[in-house]
Structures are given as C-alpha cells and as structure tokens.
C-alpha cells in the first residue's frame, strides 16, 4: 500500500501543492494523511494515524525531509523506526536519493541514502535554529525601537477613583461599580489594588 504525509506549520498555511503531488505520484486520496502542526516533534494525531497504519512492504512518500520534521535526532530515530521497525519503505519527492526502495539489496544505495538523510536532517534542524534566533533578534531590536508586545492596556475611566472609593466604603455593590466603569472584573481588582 502507498500512503503519503504532507504537514504545514500553521493552520493558515495551504497543503495543495504537497497533497497534488502525492495524487500525481499515485497514492489514493484516502491513504493521504496530513498535519497542521509544527515539525519540532512528531505529536501530530494524523501522522500518529498514519504510523499505525503503515506495514511491512508499504511506501510512504513525503514531499520533503523537512515535512517529516526539524529535530535532525528525532528524524533519523523515526526513519530508522520506519524503515527498519516496521519494515516499510520511503521515498521522499524532492530528493530522490532517498528512496529506501531503490537500496533494498543495493549497499552503496543504503549508505548513501543513509548519508543524504543524515546531513539534511541536520540542514532542517540547523534551520530550525536559525528561526528561532532571527526571531529572538527581531524581537529584541522591536523592543529597542519601543514597540510594545502583547495585550494593550486598558484604559481606565476618569471616574474610577472615586467608584473605587464608593466601592470600598460600600456605598456601592462590585455590579454597580463595575457598569459605572465598564470594567471587568478582573481588570476592576487590578487597578483597585494598585490605587491603594
């Protein structure tokens, strides 16, 4: 049996170019599994589906190592488990070299497939890093330039000293205190501490 993996990173993002592929290759729509999730581990519930799925002598195809995922220890692991574990075969699409089915009885094939995985797991995961610094570093010169990140504050109404004030001597209940400044509750408590 063929199956075939595709995964994006966001939810936002488009599987057409990886599932179009996959029908032209020749797997059936229904044996096309595929995740919107990160590949910084392999927690994805349709891959797990998959795995389970998978059985000696079947083909999994990907369109690339870096849609299998991006940790270059836990790619080898989980090919290793694939490959040898289970005893299916893969082929990934965009790097032809490696293709298990091709270095079955071939030594030279094995090793160098072996090596190509090795060296572009370790490209996908070397990436993966270089994301997360130049995020870091964006972050960090953001912050220089003085844009502020997360919620913005609530603005507190002009008449809030002074419901607060009701509201402590209970001249008022926390409803009433809370339509007269049209806040949470939550946001009410905060600021009602922090006028002590």
Avoid: H
Avoid at 41 to 63: H, S
Avoid at 88 to 95: G, L, P, Q, S, W
Avoid at 110 to 131: F, G, H, M, T
């Amino acid at each position: 049996m063929i199956y075939a993996y595709g995964r994006v990173s966001a939810a936002d993002q488009n599987l057409n170019r990886q599932t179009d592929s996959f029908v032209d290759f020749g797997v059936r729509k229904k044996n096309i599994y595929t995740d919107k999730r990160s590949g910084k581990d392999f927690e994805r519930e349709n891959y797990k589906k998959l795995k389970k799925r998978l059985k000696t002598g079947d083909l999994l195809v990907i369109k690339s190592i870096d849609r299998l995922g991006r940790n270059y220890d836990m790619i080898i692991e989980e090919w290793s488990d694939i490959t040898k574990r289970i005893g299916a075969d893969i082929f990934v699409m965009d790097m032809p070299l490696l293709d298990t089915r091709e270095s079955k009885e071939n030594l030279t094939g094995k090793l160098i497939s072996d090596i190509v995985l090795q060296l572009l797991s370790y490209v996908a995961q070397k990436e993966r890093e270089n994301i997360i610094i130049r995020q870091r570093e964006g972050i960090a010169a953001a912050k220089r330039r003085g844009v502020r990140f997360g919620r913005p504050a609530k603005i507190i109404p002009v008449n809030f000293n002074e419901t607060a004030m009701d509201y402590r001597s209970g001249r008022i209940t926390m409803e009433e205190a809370l339509r007269q400044t049209g806040l949470k509750k939550s946001t009410f408590y905060k600021n009602l501490n922090l006028c002590l």
